[in-house]
């Protein structure tokens, strides 16, 4: 039997306080004790192997909600570029990508994320190729399935098409990913289409999750059909023969009307939100995930993260692709929301404090992709996907309260060991699973096509 005790100066279970001088006690790949280190030795035989981490932190993965894992190759295309402009560059740029560029790709992001902290992921999908790179490196996933379509006559086709890629997508899935919908945004999905998926998801007992309420660009075309999202950008997909009656209201309650919204729906990358928008997410309990850095960056605003969380929603946190937000540190994400959110607030009593990023990053992720009962905190019963942190360098010492040490002073450098499953996939800077220095030389290559494609 497999059994491996961590210790670490804290241990962090998230669900409980913070345990100084802590230990966690893993078997078969699951949590089987958690606590001070003294009471944890004693469940331990001679036979256990313990992997002593000292002045540092132990803590649950952390869960990425939202991610373009095949978009790694784009990282800062969105730099200069705001958000319809950013778009059309993606959707231009990324069919050119051959399966093999895409697989590296989502490599290259399944590493960062891996050695940045994360163990799941909810990514999103083109052809399948994530599935087979978050696989390969032993993350979990939720990987959700892309579907974009305007013409509403499409119906049929797009449900066959999917059901096809959706089995292709679980044929070469790892056992620790799960299979998802998602129709990508109300400027790429029209109103009939999306219903028929939403059905589908039902019945087949699928999460569903899409773009929603991603800033004003989205919100005018829905409304008015205005915008470069009315124009242009449907005349690069070929769209411009299906006429888009513009709704006259936002979004969420076009949505609602066309019977999309419900509990298992998760809304992402959402930037703007007003009270009626607020009112529909509650009503019908829809997932909710934010991704300040990269709406903030886009120019496009960030989800009130206070008014959502006195709500009692399932509300997780995501980078969105590196393309927008340059890196998947959640650490980063964590800390930059968190500041965002009090410079806009003009005070420092703001209402969310370190811990309930912590929270969000981990309990709250779980939550949006219904695997609570599995991840998400560090508690007897539930699978060993944990962190170590380092505190032992100058900008952690000395740490005063450990969950402000954690999302004001970390970044991706100071990981020192991810794990899934109880099984380790990094550790003193070295992958165990794959082989970084091809995969970092590929993208590279790939990256200059695309600078010139740019340029
Ligand atoms: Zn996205």
Request: glycine residues 6%; aromatic residues 6%.
């Amino acid at each position: 039997m497999s059994r491996i005790l961590l210790t670490a100066d804290w241990v962090l279970p998230v669900t409980s306080d913070p345990i100084l001088d802590g230990a966690v006690l893993v078997e078969e790949g699951t949590i089987k004790a958690v606590g001070p280190r003294e009471e944890v030795m004693r469940h331990v035989s001679d036979d256990v192997e313990i992997k002593e981490f000292g002045d540092a932190a132990l803590l649950p993965g952390l869960v990425n909600c939202h991610t373009h894992l095949e978009h790694s190759v784009m990282r800062g295309l969105a730099d200069t570029y705001p958000f319809v402009e950013w778009l059309m560059n993606l959707a231009r740029l990324s069919p050119e990508l051959s399966h093999e560029q895409r697989v590296n790709s989502a490599r290259l992001g399944a590493l960062e994320a891996i050695s940045s902290g994360t163990t799941t992921v909810a990514d999103v999908t083109r052809d399948g190729s994530s599935v087979e790179a978050i696989t390969e490196a032993g993350l979990r996933a939720v990987v959700f399935q892309e579907v974009r379509e305007m013409d509403p006559k499409a119906v049929d086709s797009v449900l066959s098409d999917v059901d096809k890629r959706l089995n292709h997508s679980r044929d070469i899935a790892g056992k620790n990913i799960e299979i998802a919908l998602f129709p990508d945004a109300p400027y790429a999905v029209a109103p009939q289409i999306y219903k028929a998926l939403s059905k589908y998801s039902r019945e087949s007992d699928l999460l569903m999750a899409t773009h929603l309420a991603t800033g004003s660009a989205e919100r005018e075309f829905v409304m008015y059909g205005s915008t470069r999202l009315g124009t242009d950008y449907r005349d690069m997909f070929g769209w411009g023969d299906h006429m888009w009656q513009p709704m006259g209201v936002p979004s969420l309650k076009y949505l609602e009307q066309w019977d999309v919204l419900d509990g298992k729906l998760i809304a992402m990358n959402v930037a703007r939100l007003s009270d009626q928008d607020l009112e529909l997410l509650m009503k019908y309990k829809v997932r909710v995930v934010a991704c300040c850095r990269a709406s903030a960056k886009l120019g496009a605003g960030f989800a009130p993260l206070g008014r959502l969380s006195r709500r009692d929603m399932r509300l997780g946190l995501g980078t969105e692709s590196v393309s927008a937000s340059n890196n998947m540190d959640m650490f980063d994400e964590m800390r930059i929301s968190l500041l965002l959110h009090r410079g806009a607030a003009e005070r420092v009593e703001f209402d969310l404090f370190a811990s309930d990023y912590l929270w969000m990053a981990t309990m709250g992720g779980a939550s949006v992709l219904g695997l609570d009962d599995k991840i998400g905190s560090l508690e007897p019963g539930k699978s060993a996907d944990i962190i170590a942190v380092d505190f032992s360098e100058s900008h952690q010492t000395p740490v005063r309260e450990v969950n402000s040490a954690l999302v004001y002073g970390t970044n991706e450098q100071d990981i020192m060991m991810s794990m899934v499953d109880g099984t380790v996939l990094f550790e003193n800077e070295l992958h165990m699973t794959m082989d970084e220095i091809p995969v970092i030389r590929a993208c590279d290559e790939v990256s200059r096509e695309i600078r010139n494609k740019l340029n």
